[in-house]
């Protein structure tokens, strides 16, 4: 089955620091890619996603493309703020078995 | 209400009670999903329905029963749970074609707590 490897933190940067967070993944065959966010106390919120490869998808000023050949999804952002603190997950699939999620990535953005 | 709505948001039971968690989608979608998240595991997928037929188990135990009555609403019946089945419930739904299942939307959770 998907499988999905990404750091797991905790990450803490400074704000207006620049943010990578790796994400590689395998699959069959070629998934759609995605990055799901979770603020504390809530479910998860679909951040942005690639239905294929080279695509780049974009939200909220945080981007990741779709890297077929090296089978990855790294999601940047050029200066974090505080209010990104949270807990980020990567997530290939979209197919009939559902997504795979990555243990995810708790961010820590300070003042 | 829009989006995916779970109840109730908290829940506290004992190893012997019988409950059920509910989610309801007003996406207009025709797949559900039921997720665990615990914080010892990565997010583990438990149930998958679509067209309200239910296409993967997960080999998740028996003590927990899914139901889907209709495209809009899904279940999780508990019963005779074990301390270690306390974490965050999360049900999700999505449009399914031909294609896949496309992104999930999820609800907030049910933080469930056996004692």
């Known amino acids: 089955g998907d499988s999905v490897t990404q750091m797991e933190g905790p990450v803490t940067l400074s704000e207006e620091a620049f943010l990578t967070i790796n994400c590689t993944y395998t699959?069959?065959?070629?998934?759609?890619l995605f990055w799901y966010v979770q603020y504390p106390g809530e479910g998860l919120q679909l951040l942005l996603k690639a239905t294929k490869a080279d695509d780049k998808g974009s939200n909220k000023g945080f981007e990741a493309t779709y890297r077929k050949e090296t089978t990855s999804f790294h999601l940047e952002k050029g200066s974090v703020q505080v209010s990104d603190s949270a807990v980020y997950f990567c997530?290939?699939?979209?197919?009939?078995?559902?997504?795979?999620f990555g243990k995810g990535t708790h961010l820590i953005i300070q003042p | 209400e829009t989006g995916v709505t779970q109840t109730p948001r908290h829940l506290v039971m004992g190893m012997t009670n019988k409950k059920s968690l509910k989610c309801e989608q007003h996406?207009?979608?025709?797949?559900m999903y039921w997720y665990k998240q615990s914080a010892k595991k990565p997010l583990e997928l438990m149930f998958v329905?679509?067209?309200?037929?239910?296409?993967e188990n997960n080999s998740v135990p028996s003590r927990f029963s899914p139901e889907c009555p209709n495209s809009s609403h899904l279940f999780l019946h508990l019963h005779t749970l074990q301390p270690e089945d306390s974490a965050l419930y999360l049900c999700a739904s999505s449009l399914f074609s031909e294609r896949g299942g496309g992104e999930q939307f999820f609800g907030p959770g049910t933080r469930l707590t056996v004692l």
């Open positions: 997530a290939p699939g979209g197919g009939a078995d559902g997504l795979t």
């Open positions: 699959a069959t065959g070629y998934p759609s």
């Open positions: 996406l207009g979608h025709n797949a």
């Open positions: 329905y679509s067209l309200e037929e239910r296409v």
